[in-house]
């Protein structure tokens, strides 16, 4: 049964028969809670949810069709049997409205947003059937996504890897829990752990998340306990988390060096408590926040335990020499510090919907307008720095957002620079140091004579100057230029764009999965910058094609098998194999992956919910 059919049913339901008939054909409606005021326009009388599973019940005349629309039934209905539908409490708790209420469409705008930003929602429709000219009654209509997931991902580059496995159920019971476990090895990185994250923690709004396991090194911990702003309407929110890992930090280093990579061991603790307020009106706010944030990072094994590696071979490193390790001196710069932290910013946001960008067939949510956020930090306390000093830090954040869509096309681009000082006893001003700028920008061009194609470009590029912490980028990669190994061709700073048109194929089962195509080409360059073991890249570019896969019909997130390669004089080099998701992605938004492991987290991150 489509959206448009399910919604004429229900009102025809709710008109002709009244909301009793319409009772006793679902049993699924949220208690009624008293009017409490006046209202200029009608009341909400009564809330229905429609919470179905994954897919729609089969028709008794497709169960009676051929062999094939028979398995295919079978198929759906094993796999309605497997899930556990997000239960009826779980959805009421995010509306935004409930019985009794005045009548205010906003909300219930606002409230289907929400519903579908929820990882484990494919799509949802929230709608009000007049009554009569005091009252209405509304419908809330949910479809789920796939929720227990094996993920993986491979790769193919000189060798067959498998890079991660996991294992996670992320709505477990319907209740808006998630429990994973995964084994991420990917070079350097070993990451052995557990999961676990409840959405609307014991009845609540608040978001609880806590997690551990064992890296190469050392072992890692994190928790966190957030009440993000509600949508466009909330006015308050605040964030607390803690974390500490023992790790590897991996420097790539440029061909002909005699050894791939130097490891360089590094923990890190971190802790922040912040809170913020929004004041006006939705499309045209004001934010102010405030929080206290700590800072610990220690090499307590340079320069003795750092190590080289050749030929990719981590399990089998090599103790650096003298001048290796000395390479990284400027950048091995421990710290103690406690940091107050205040927030300004101005936000005027709405969100359009779209079909078909980042997922096959899904509806998406997209921001358009602009918002403008400043972040200062202060040390307070006595902060310590090594080696040697006790100076206290000025640190600054700048982020600016913009965002328009037309009827065909949707445009997403983000500018995001930040940089520290040190201020002396005396007073006296040091230079800038620790500055990172971002920038990325999305187009999305839905031609209306190819419906099928989708024709995305992305500009992306990320630099780092004067960097006190481990800080390098390399411009290959699999969110880079795709084609090159992402141990290639390290740099400082670097400039990309991605241009791909993405094609809907008709499936052989579409009532199962959604299928698609894709072409792309990656073009990029990349400065070596004074950042260890960095080279000039020249420009370089690589061209691919694969295979877009959404399970199940209208899933939001989409697997990618991508098979790429660069292209060099005399033609392609080097064919690349991967299974993993889209690079330009509005759903993953711009932050560069590589650049967030030496940026300091924002502590206002939490709070935001976009």
């Known amino acids: 049964m489509t959206g448009a059919t399910a919604r004429c049913t229900i009102a025809l339901a709710l008109a002709g028969a009244g909301a009793a008939g319409y009772r006793e054909a679902s049993s699924q409606e949220i208690e009624a809670s008293p009017a409490e005021a006046l209202c200029d326009g009608p009341v909400i009388g009564r809330v229905f949810v429609e919470n179905h599973t ?130 991420i090895e990917e070079d350097e990185r070993r990451d052995l752990g557990l999961r676990l994250r409840a959405l609307r923690l014991a009845g609540t709004r608040l978001d609880g998340e806590v997690g551990g396991g064992r890296t190469r090194t050392g072992d890692f911990l994190y928790e966190s306990l957030s009440y993000p702003f509600v949508g466009e309407v909330g006015k308050w929110a605040f964030a607390e988390s803690y974390s500490r890992r023992e790790d590897l930090f991996r420097y790539a280093s440029a061909a002909g060096s005699g050894f791939t990579h130097v490891n360089l061991p590094i923990r890190t603790r971190r802790a922040v408590a912040s809170m913020a307020r929004r004041f006006g009106t939705p499309g045209n706010l004001t934010i102010v926040g405030a929080g206290l944030s700590w800072d610990d990072v220690a090499f307590d094994g340079f320069p003795e335990e750092v190590t080289v590696v050749s030929g990719s071979d981590f399990a089998n490193p090599d103790t650096a020499d003298a001048a290796i390790a000395g390479a990284l001196r400027n950048q091995v710069n421990g710290r103690r510090a406690w940091r107050f932290n205040v927030l300004a910013g101005r936000r005027r946001i709405a969100f359009v919907t779209r079909e078909g960008l980042d997922a096959l067939r899904g509806e998406q949510d997209v921001r358009v307008g602009t918002q403008a956020l400043a972040t200062v930090a202060t040390t307070v306390g006595t902060p310590k720095w090594s080696p040697g000093g006790d100076f206290h830090e000025l640190r600054g954040t700048v982020s600016l957002f ?69 800080f390098q980028l390399t411009l290959g990669g699999r969110y880079a230029v795709r084609g090159y190994g992402r141990e290639e061709f390290p740099v400082a700073r670097r400039l990309i764009a991605h241009l791909e048109d993405r094609i809907k194929l008709v499936g052989p089962f579409p009532e199962l999965f959604d299928l698609g195509f894709t072409v792309f080409v990656d073009a990029g360059a990349g400065w070596a910058g004074g950042v260890p073991f960095g080279m000039d890249s020249g420009f370089r570019a690589a061209a691919g094609a694969g295979l877009r896969f959404g399970f199940p019909a209208g899933a939001k997130q989409v697997v990618r098998v991508d098979v790429a390669a660069p292209l060099v004089e005399g033609g392609l080099r080097d064919l690349q194999f991967r299974i993993g998701y889209d690079v330009v992605s509005l759903l993953t938004g711009f932050p560069n992956r590589q650049a967030r492991r030496s940026r300091n987290p924002n502590p206002f991150a939490a709070v935001f919910d976009d």
């Open 54 to 183: 994954i897919y729609s019940p089969v028709s008794d005349s497709a169960a009676s069709a051929g062999v094939t629309r028979r398995f295919i039934g079978w198929l759906r209905s094993i796999a309605n049997r497997a899930h556990r539908r997000t239960s009826r409490g779980f959805i009421a708790g995010e509306l935004l409205f409930e019985e009794g209420d005045c009548f205010d469409p906003s909300l219930l705008e606002e409230s289907e947003r929400i519903l579908r930003a929820l990882p484990f929602i494919a799509d949802s429709d929230v709608y009000a059937v007049p009554v009569d000219e005091t009252q209405v009654h509304v419908v809330v209509d949910t479809h789920d996504e796939w929720t227990l997931k094996l993920g993986g991902r491979l790769e193919f580059y000189d060798r067959l890897r498998i890079t991660q496995v996991s294992f996670t159920e992320e709505n477990l019971m319907g209740t808006g829990t998630l429990l994973g476990a995964y084994l």
């Open 402 to 470: 913009a965002g328009a869509a037309g009827d065909h096309w949707i445009v997403n681009s983000e500018l995001t620079f930040e940089a520290a000082r040190l201020l002396s006893q005396s007073g006296r001003d040091n230079a800038l140091r620790d500055i990172l700028g971002e920038l990325g920008a999305y187009l999305y061009w839905q031609p209306p004579s190819a419906t099928r194609h989708t024709l995305v470009l992305g500009l992306s590029g990320v630099g780092g100057w004067r960097s006190s912490l481990p």
